[in-house]
């Protein structure tokens, strides 16, 4: 058991200098005692997290998942957490109706054990998700529950995930003082989310600071964001960075340095498994080109948005999330 708490503490940390030989004790130690329920909180919370580290989000979702049936035997008290996370990977995969299933279950069990700093994660993630598919109303109520159960008491263990998703949900409505306020609640706050958030965070009040003309202070949040990602060798975030510089160099008049980041944040993406952010990069690269004349470039963007989007939406069993996924990310196409 302490073995698995300081490994897990290590992931949250990013301590990766260490990590390695207390995972390999902690998994040593649980395989001698045939200790499952450990194992398992091991592949979920740990693994997990290195998967991310290598920027590869199909295998850390494999990681938590694998691991879940056990976890609900022995009545894990990081389940909400867990699923959490796993709707977070399985909505930026473009899993839409699995994502809110685990969303709710994630609601529902923190609720009724009165965990109020996972149900505020809960609603934030769902805020964020609603809001991407431009469902304001829904995304506005679900937003003040987060808002309110995070700065509760006990609201604020994982605090910087649900400002995070919060900031986003904010920058996806083009509430830019919302996402102002947000990020700069989270980028303030210590959890134990803070360090996998930082990145998130940064770049979130990069997104601000150039929509607000602050066009030096944008390249410096991101030039934060890219130090400490560096420092500590995590790749999952690439495209996310890539995608802040090509805003802030937009926002700064040059369109041309703007696609060649673009073009770097939508390669990282789709290697990375961040299907949706994928069609939302496209979508910015499609009209950055059109402005360039760049006809060939946005009729490839406009064609990768299409086949996505087809893909996401026909697989939603659910006609009114299946009509705003697509309303939400097939935009260019009806503008096209």
């Known amino acids: 058991e302490g073995l698995t708490r300081m490994a897990m503490n290590q992931a949250w940390l990013m301590d990766f200098d260490r990590i390695g030989s207390t995972l390999k004790e902690a998994r040593s130690a649980a395989l001698a005692a045939k200790d499952e329920r450990n194992?398992?909180?091991?592949e979920a919370m740990v693994e997990y997290r290195l998967r991310l580290r290598e920027g590869d989000v199909g295998a850390a979702l494999d990681a938590m998942l694998k691991s879940e049936e056990a976890l609900v035997r022995y009545d894990e008290f990081l389940l909400p957490l867990i699923w959490v996370s796993a709707?977070?990977?399985?909505w930026c995969r473009g899993d839409l109706e699995r994502a809110l299933d685990y969303i709710e279950r994630a609601r529902e069990s923190a609720a009724a054990?009165?965990?109020?700093?996972?149900?505020?994660?809960?609603?934030?993630?769902?805020?964020?998700?609603?809001?991407t598919l431009g469902l304001a109303e829904e995304a506005e109520a679900i937003r003040?529950?987060?808002i309110e159960d995070v700065r509760s008491p006990i609201g604020g263990f994982v605090s910087s995930t649900v400002w995070a998703d919060l900031g986003f949900a904010a920058l996806a409505l083009g509430d830019m003082e919302g996402a102002a306020d947000a990020v700069e609640e989270g980028l303030a706050a210590s959890s134990a989310t803070k360090y996998w958030e930082m990145p998130r965070l940064l770049v979130g009040h990069a997104l601000v600071q150039a929509a607000n003309g602050e066009v030096a202070e944008a390249h410096a949040s991101l030039d934060e964001a890219e130090r400490f990602l560096r420092e500590k060798e995590v790749r999952v975030f690439d495209a996310h960075l890539a995608h802040g510089r090509a805003e802030v160099l937009i926002a700064e008049g040059k369109p041309d340095e703007a696609a060649v980041r673009l073009a770097e944040a939508l390669e990282a993406a789709e290697a990375a498994g961040w299907r949706v952010f994928s069609v939302q990069l496209a979508a910015s690269a499609a009209a950055l080109a059109e402005k360039r004349g760049d006809q060939a470039e946005a009729r490839r963007c406009l064609e990768l948005i299409r086949r996505e989007v087809d893909a996401m939406a026909s697989a939603v069993q659910d006609p009114t999330l299946s009509q705003a996924l697509r309303a939400a990310l097939a935009g260019p196409l009806v503008a096209s």
């Open 39 to 42: 194992l398992a909180v091991l």
């Open 87 to 90: 709707a977070t990977l399985l």
């Open 113 to 131: 054990r009165g965990m109020t700093y996972f149900t505020a994660a809960a609603c934030a993630t769902s805020a964020w998700i609603y809001a």
């Open 144 to 146: 003040r529950r987060a």
